[in-house]
């Protein structure tokens, strides 16, 4: 099993451009989790998914900010238009539906905003 | 959901020496996890402990759980420099719409000195 795959690893960009973050969960997983990382606010729980269908978004910062799930294997964050507080590294995770199961991570997408 | 609070923030330890680190939180939970962070890289789950458990073991980890003073602990022993990490607890209360939402505290940075 390939692990939770988030692509670009490295994304740079200037204020104001869209960005979009990918995640490819792990096979048969119901869980997709999105968190985001900085040195000032630690790891927030931006949004997750299960069975594809937006369960809690009340991580997600402003209306900038966007998540879908099209399907069981691939989901999405967009920052339309990005600033500089958006700098930050972009986690995904899944897990299964099971009480207690493990949060599987990517090894996540570190955005810059110039 | 519910957040944990690692303590301490910061640990410096040599190599071969114990590392002992602690998770507080406020409600009931039906499950604790702790999870490792090698720098630049995503959460690897460690070990989960129930709310029915005092203590688990896995390899060179011991957790113990006291429901009653609402905290546990994660203790590393023999440490290695390979140990060096941040160190993140997640209590969890599974049920409603925070079925498997997991969040983090700012975890504890351990550093294992050769």
């Given at each position: ?16 451009q869209e960005v979009t973050l990918r995640c490819k969960p792990i ?88 | ?114």
């Amino acid at each position: 099993d390939a692990g939770v795959i988030q692509s670009p690893r490295h994304e740079v960009t200037e204020m104001g451009q869209e960005v979009t973050l990918r995640c490819k969960p792990i096979s048969g997983h119901d869980y997709l989790f999105w968190y985001r990382q900085t040195m000032m606010r630690g790891l927030e729980l931006l949004i997750y998914f299960n069975n594809n269908v937006p369960i809690d978004d009340s991580g997600m910062p402003e209306d900038r900010f966007s998540a879908k799930m099209p399907n069981a294997s691939f989901s999405t964050l967009k920052i339309q238009p990005s600033e500089p507080r958006d700098s930050a590294v972009y986690f995904c995770a899944s897990s299964l539906t099971q009480a207690g199961s493990p949060l599987h991570f990517g090894n996540g997408t570190r955005l810059t905003v110039t | 959901s519910q957040q944990g609070e690692e303590d301490p923030q910061a640990l410096s330890i040599q190599e071969g020496e114990n590392a002992t680190m602690n998770c507080s939180y406020k409600t009931s939970i039906n499950n604790l996890q702790w999870y490792r962070q090698n720098s630049g890289r995503g959460l690897v789950h460690l070990i989960l402990i129930r709310s029915n458990e005092r203590e688990k073991h896995s390899g060179r980890l011991r957790v113990t759980l006291d429901t009653s003073k609402k905290s546990s602990s994660l203790l590393i022993t023999a440490s290695r420099a390979a140990d060096t990490a941040s160190y993140f607890c997640a209590p969890s209360n599974a049920g409603g719409t925070s079925y498997g939402k997991l969040t983090f505290g700012q975890g504890t940075i351990l550093t294992v000195h050769p």
